[in-house]
């Protein structure tokens, strides 16, 4: 007779980006059959985005990797043994033994991949710390941080979004969050619903841009410009908030000279937007009263993304948008450990300041809040033993060979490192030329604790399947760190990890399971009882830590390198400004493997306006190569009215999963990073290189 299925659901939080939204796991039996939103998650409420509805099919993909791998042929050639997890993680500890007795601890890597939600990145500081290794490369600048460091210096935290009020006015600034954060995106549309007045910046058209009071096109690379142009109309036209600028803020009198060099009219020559825009936009935002500013990933690939922050920040404060009631707010975090900022967790004090010292970009000049390695300056280590040679590398789910700018030094890099071992969910250009590869969880295989950036929740993650022989990355871990002799300092179970995290809120995760959300607490005017976290514990307009340190006080546009303006010469070759955008199905270069998303978007897309297409002979649908100084792409031409004619809107992060080994799964064709160079002028405070703005042209193939 045939047994009965038993039908369950399970409460649990999605890990395929960092946004954290909460998911109802529908099984039958040991299967997973359904992955829907969670109406009670208040990151998401209900909502899913395409590749969270695609969960399922991230989880059973044939072409998951399911056993440890090691390299039997040339790297890259696609020729692998499997082996036992013992096997692999003992030649794993050999080689960092090796490479830290024969040439120091900095002569090793650890490189993170972008942000899943949990506490991933913060077991590998914690590793990283304990084993005195002081180079950990992550995308933190180029994503989210420069924002958050923008936002901490000027008013002393990083403001939520308050949609319950709900706001007058929406400003959605370089965010697709149709696309990427669905939550506040479902948000948005009910404020909107709600008659939110919206202003939308993008150079390329999203989905709220038909919704929008006003949809700006600036020139990519200029948003800093733009935000001190606005900061000039709400100034001169006494747009601002008179008491909230006399009661708590510093350095007004220093703005309101320094934002006279930036005038409407000559902000329209830097930005290409008309200056009737500028003011228009600048009204709508300090008279719809209160008023947030969404900013997103865009922000951050240019020279100016952190001072891009502080100038948007400045607006939030003279707008008196900072604290009330439908603006943007402090929280109280949910209490459990935090992954960011949780020394008992990442033991940063565990490792010597001798070691410390030796970390890449240390003596650089950057924020003092920066703690990473800069991923060009890993890999001229690697290539030109500059400071010190790089050996040895570990890569906790990341694909450098198209993530990192200038791909094609990263390339060399990668394939120059004695030994490089790779976690990941599936086999990448970049885990292709590793020594080793091991099979790592989706997030339906373990246990966790998510703590997503946009809001202060603290959300369970449950194991509901199995792949292979997968492990979590606290797993990997903490078994290699049991070959380092560092095992005390990893709970043998990841559950018993996890109460720790727990342990100030007074619950063990068996309880959580029961409980599944925790949430922050939102804090409305916190600086009239508390002030605001800065030395002076006002709004630091003009910031007194930037003057210490050496940077600009105030925020001051840079051109930034290649550009039209910049680079009037090269202009005359390449013509047009390159940016790029990120597809709706995919993470970053996650998810092209997965038929269901791939299906809607096939191909690598190229934004291109008639004008300009028609100049080249280029027709909807043509294969076109996109070019800069640096090298050739190419992607299937869309044709819209959706981009400025003098700018491209480059797809981002494309590889082909299909086409195996050969060509490393033709990693070079369509990745945006073959263009995009790692050289300086970088950021100054958090040592970006400048990833768009720059100028190419494009050709029919
Ligand atoms: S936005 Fe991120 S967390 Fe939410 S469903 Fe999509 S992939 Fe999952």
Known sequence: MEQELEFRTVKSTCGLCQTGCGVLIHMEGNKVVLVEGDPDSPVNRGALCTKGLASSDYLYNPSRLKHPLKRVGEKGSGAWEQISWDEALDLVADEFIKAKASYGPESLVFMRGSFKGGFQGTYLSRFANVFGVPNIASMASVCYVPRVNGSIITHGYNPVPDYEYPPGCILVWGANMAETRIGEHKQTVSALERGSKLIVIDPRRIDLSDRADIWIQPRPGSDLALALGMINVIINEGLYNKTFVNNWTVGFDALKVHIKSYPPEVVEQITWVKARDIRRAATIYATSHPAIIQLGNAIDHNINNFQ??????????ITGNLSIPGGELSCSLPGALSPMGSPELDLRDKMSKQNREKRLNAEDGLLPTVFYALPQSIVKAILHGDPYPVRVGFVQGGNMLLTYSNARQAYSALKKLDFLAIADMFMTPTAALADIVLPVASYLEYDSIVAPPYYPVTQIQQKVAQIGESRS?????????????????????????????????????KEFRNVGTLEGRKEYRRHE?????????????????LNEWGFDPLPAYHEPPESPYSAPELAKEFPLVFTSWKSGPYRHSAGRQIASLRSTQPEPVVFIHPDTAGKHGIVDDDWVYIETKRGQIRQKARLTTDIDPRVVGVDYAWWFPERGYENLYGWAEANINILTDDNPPYAREMGTPNLRGILCKISKV
Request: overall charge negative; glycine content about 6%; aromatic content about 10%.
């Open 473 to 509: 990355d606290y797993e990997i871990l903490r078994d290699l760190a049991h070959r380092l002799d560092l095992g005390e300092y990893f709970w043998e179970s990841e559950e018993a990890c996890l109460d720790f995290i727990l342990k100030p809120v007074g619950l063990t995760f």
């Open 529 to 545: 009882r508390d002030g605001f976290a800065t030395p002076s514990g006002k709004v630091e307009l003009l910031s007194s830590q």
């Open 308 to 317: 891009t922050a502080r100038a948007v920040s400045i607006l939030r404060a």
